[in-house]
T-cell receptor, first 107, second 117 residues
Framework: AQRVTQPEKLLSVFKGAPVELKCNYS??????LFWYVQYSRQRLQLLLR??SRESIKGFTADLNKGETSFHLKKPFAQEEDSAMYYCARGGQGNLIFGKGTKLSVKP | GAGVSQSPSNKVTEKGKDVELRCDPI?????LYWYRQSLGQGLEFLIY????????KSGLPSDRFSAERTGGSVSTLTIQRTQQEDSAVYLC???????????????FGPGTRLTVT
């Protein structure tokens, strides 16, 4: 079965510190990978996708096929980054989500 | 334009009752998804509709759960004989199938918080 693993339920960092949210996926061909974010009292929304190789709000994520990872990184965390982050991979028409990591950025 | 809408926003029901949750996708989006979000379990895929194809029901946890999509637009998720473990936030999402696989970007609704007492 296709799986997405986010090993950390909660990640707490201080403002200005680097942050890395881990995501590993079960190997299956060429996966489509995404990061979704849910800020407090807001809807779940797409943050970035690996095929675009883009940087959104200072976040980047590199697909590492050897390690089957797609970790989300930001060099300097901001308080407004505090949110729930979900890693997801494309399934057979749907998305398979990890259990999420709650990021807390302290002042 | 209008995003995905869901109703009701909150639903409290007694164990054993049936509930219906509604989702209005973005106009023109051919794909519609239902997920369940619960504490500690993340986002659990339930069911997926794509155009006129038969829905992918592989994520439905039991035969008490069913969903319909009428006219390729509005969808209703029905839970029969609700149990306390059904308490969760039910999220609906839609996506367009233009430009690539439909799951490239899903637009989520605000969710329906279901509480079974």
């Amino acid at each position: 079965a296709q799986r997405v693993t986010q090993p950390e339920k909660l990640l707490s960092v201080f403002k200005g510190a680097p942050v890395e949210l881990k995501c590993n996926y079960s190997y299956s061909g060429s996966p489509e990978l995404f990061w979704y974010v849910q800020y407090s009292r807001q809807r779940l929304q797409l943050l970035l996708r690996h095929i675009s190789r883009e940087s959104i709000k200072g976040f980047t994520a590199d697909l590492n096929k050897g390690e089957t990872s797609f970790h989300l990184k930001k060099p300097f965390a901001q308080e407004e980054d505090s949110a729930m982050y979900y890693c997801a991979r494309g399934g057979q028409g749907n998305l398979i989500f990890g259990k999420g990591t709650k990021l807390s950025v302290k002042p | 334009g209008a995003g995905v809408s869901q109703s009701p926003s909150n639903k409290v029901t007694e164990k054993g009752k049936d509930v219906e949750l509604r989702c209005d996708p973005i106009s023109g989006h051919t794909a519609l998804y239902w997920y369940r979000q619960s504490l500690g379990q993340g986002l659990e895929f339930l069911i997926y509709f794509q155009g006129n194809s038969a829905p992918d029901k592989s994520g439905l946890p039991s035969d008490r759960f069913s969903a319909e999509r009428t006219g390729g637009s509005v969808s209703t998720l029905t839970i029969q004989r609700t149990q306390q473990e059904d308490s969760a936030v039910y999220l609906c999402a839609s996506s367009s199938d233009s430009g690539g696989p439909p799951y490239y970007e899903q637009y989520f609704g605000p969710g329906t918080r279901l509480t079974v007492t």
